[in-house]
């Protein structure tokens, strides 16, 4: 009976160490407590989320690179955690993803893209200087364009002074086969200072409901679009400006490119022009909705993306 009763005193003063221990433990904080996830912001729209932390994978639609073996993207420091890096091999500096049947991407009737980005300045003023793809769905038929692109446009018509090649004019490019007259659309015109590489949130929209063209840099609305073709946020199928734009509609997507243009990537003989160019700086947090973020929803996911950073 002693020998049972001296069991059970050690047995209870080991499990009052074990608490005392266990209560003098200091959690560890939580790095996100009390900040918002950019990923609950349209969550039930956000169709592809590449966080690129260590490889290029969707953490939504689960699509992964087909080309791993062969690129030359890397995985370094970036806005929140790593973030893709690019480079100028035209050949291998790009992820390239094949679209299954049912993929969202394939049939977008409107959009959202937001991503962080770094970009360099083109340094020529040649009309060959490189037009540096951050992201194309092929498709339409003909490789340059696609079915929807955003890219960081050549310094042209030749800047006449280093100040003005320190800008560098984006380009967004949205298809819509069924259309009377203007199938392919294009949101450029607008110009972010590249003098010196440093990361900048963008967003662009388009709403299919109200045709609508939207931009956002940092949280802040793109005003004006002084592109030759198309001007302005409205959208229109003709000439005449009678006919809302309306559901975009996409034909032969079936691949997605990430830091590339597409046909480049898939090794294809239409391709080979030195001017399309990879894109060389750097991209993080790629998100792609299957509708046009308002406002208010593009403002909070910049606030929500500062918060996790911060």
């Not at 160490?17 to 266990?22: K, N």
């Not at 063209?213 to 005449?240: M, P």
Request: aromatic share 12%; glycine share 8%.
């Amino acid at each position: 009976m002693k020998k049972i009763n001296f069991l059970s005193g050690i047995a209870v003063v080991a499990l009052f160490m074990g608490v005392s221990f266990t209560s003098c433990k200091t959690a560890e904080p939580d790095p996100y407590a009390g900040k918002t996830d950019p990923s609950t912001i349209a969550t039930a729209n956000l169709v592809a989320y590449f966080p690129f932390d260590t490889d290029g994978v969707d953490k939504i639609g689960n699509l992964t690179p087909s080309n791993t073996a062969t690129t030359t993207v890397t995985f370094t420091e970036g806005r929140r955690g790593k973030g893709f890096q690019g480079n100028s091999d035209g050949l291998k500096s790009g992820l390239l993803y094949n679209l299954p049947a049912n993929s969202k991407l394939k049939n977008l009737k409107a959009f959202s893209f937001s991503m962080w980005t770094k970009m360099i300045p083109n340094t020529t003023e040649t009309t060959d200087a490189p037009e540096q793809m951050l992201f194309q769905i092929d498709g339409t038929g003909d490789w340059v364009w696609g079915n929807l692109f955003f890219l960081q446009h050549r310094n042209w018509p030749a800047s006449t002074t280093e100040k003005d090649r320190d800008f560098a004019e984006m380009d967004c490019y949205f298809w819509k086969d069924d259309a009377t007259a203007n199938k392919g659309q294009r949101g450029s015109g607008w110009f972010l200072n590249a003098t010196l590489p440093q990361w900048r949130h963008i967003i662009c929209t388009y709403d299919n409901t109200t045709s609508e063209y939207h931009a956002y840099v940092n949280g802040t609305l793109v005003t004006a679009f002084d592109g030759t073709e198309y001007t302005g946020v409205k959208r229109w199928q003709d000439a005449e400006k009678t006919i809302p734009l309306g559901d975009l509609k996409f034909v032969n997507a079936e691949n997605l490119a990430i830091g590339a243009w597409a046909e480049r990537l898939k090794g294809t003989a239409l391709q080979t022009d030195d001017w399309a160019s990879p894109f060389k700086g750097q991209l993080d947090e790629f998100r792609i909705y299957d509708k046009a973020l308002t406002a208010t929803e593009a403002k909070a996911l910049y606030d929500a993306e500062i918060t996790v950073i911060n």
